[in-house]
Structure formats: structure tokens, C-alpha cells
């Protein structure tokens, strides 16, 4: 499914296919040595961001799909907490590369959400130079990656479960 979505940004089917298996496997490799900006391609990349979300979701959730309990699927509380770190972090991400790199507001976003993603899941995918960016949006990229995707799927980082652990203890 995904492999046809990425064709449809007029990725070849062989780079499609390697793109689609590597951001489910969090790997984060391409075919060319230029990665992501090989494709100059902001519609690939749109395309990706789910396919990396797809990789740092937990297997139990493919399983409650697969035998249709889309109401666990939905309460799930270490997808929605995945989701809105994201989310947030990319919000985040974007609001300071248009603030402290003065980029403009559509390439901030692009830059900042697609990174910010890769970063929650650990793919190494990027789409800009990291050395031309402001420190801020750097330092919240590297707190995402430190979180990483949640247990139970590809990503890596100390996995969102833990910390969602650690704050219901100080809570507690």
C-alpha cells in the first residue's frame, strides 16, 4: 500500500519499495548517497511521515487492527502519547526554524515536521542540513530521538512507554 503512495510522488518502484521498507524498519538508508534531498520531493516526504509513524507504533497495535478492535486501537494510551509528542515536537521544530532561521513558514514547516518525525522515530531520515539550524530546534529533535517510538515496535530510544512510566511515578 504504502509502496504505491510513494510511487505516486514519481519515486521509481525500486526506490519507492527501499524507502517504504527502510522507514517501517526505522532505518532510515536510501538508495543514493544524497538521501532524502536526492528526490527534492516535499510530497515523498509528506508521504513518509506516516510510514515512520507506522514503524514507531507498537505490534500489539497491528494485531487489534488485524482483528478489527478499533476502539483499543483508539484508547490506546502509548499511541495517542506517541501521536501528540510528535506532533508537538514538530509544532515545536517548525515554530523555531521560522523564528531562528528565518525560513520561511511552508519550508519551516516541511523541514521541521518531516525531522522532527524521523527524530520521534528514529529513522535518521532528514531533509535539510542540520548544521545551517538554530540550537533550539536541534536540542528538541535530540530529545525526541532520546524518547524514540514505543515498546514493542522498530524504533529505538528509550521508548515512550518508559516515559510515560516515569511520569505517572513522579506524579504519583
Given at each position: ?129 542540520l548544521h545551517h539550524w538554530a540550537v533550539i530546534p536541534l536540542a528538541i529533535v535530540t530529545m525526541m530521538m532520546f524518547i524514540g517510538g514505543a515498546m514493542g515496535s522498530a524504533a ?17
Open positions: 500500500f504504502f509502496t504505491g503512495l510513494v510511487m505516486l510522488a514519481g519515486i521509481p518502484l525500486w526506490d519507492a519499495l527501499n524507502l517504504v521498507m527502510v522507514a517501517i524498519a526505522t532505518g532510515g538508508f536510501t538508495l543514493h548517497s544524497g538521501g532524502i534531498p536526492y528526490y527534492n520531493n516535499p510530497l515523498l516526504e509528506a508521504l513518509l511521515i506516516p510510514v515512520m509513524i507506522v514503524g514507531a507504533i507498537p505490534f500489539k497495535f497491528f494485531f487489534l487492527m488485524y482483528n478489527g478492535k478499533v476502539r483499543e486501537m483508539i484508547r490506546d494510551r502509548t499511541v495517542r502519547t506517541l501521536l501528540l509528542v510528535a506532533a508537538a515536537g514538530s509544532l515545536l521544530v517548525s515554530i523555531d526554524l521560522y523564528t531562528f532561521s528565518n525560513l520561511p513558514v511552508s519550508e519551516a514547516f516541511r523541514q521541521g515536521t518531516f525531522t522532527a518525525i524521523s527524530g520521534i522515530c528514529t529513522c535518521g531520515f532528514q531533509n535539510s542540513n529505538g530510544g528509550v521508548k515512550i512507554n518508559r516515559i510515560i512510566l516515569a511520569y505517572e511515578g513522579v506524579m504519583w
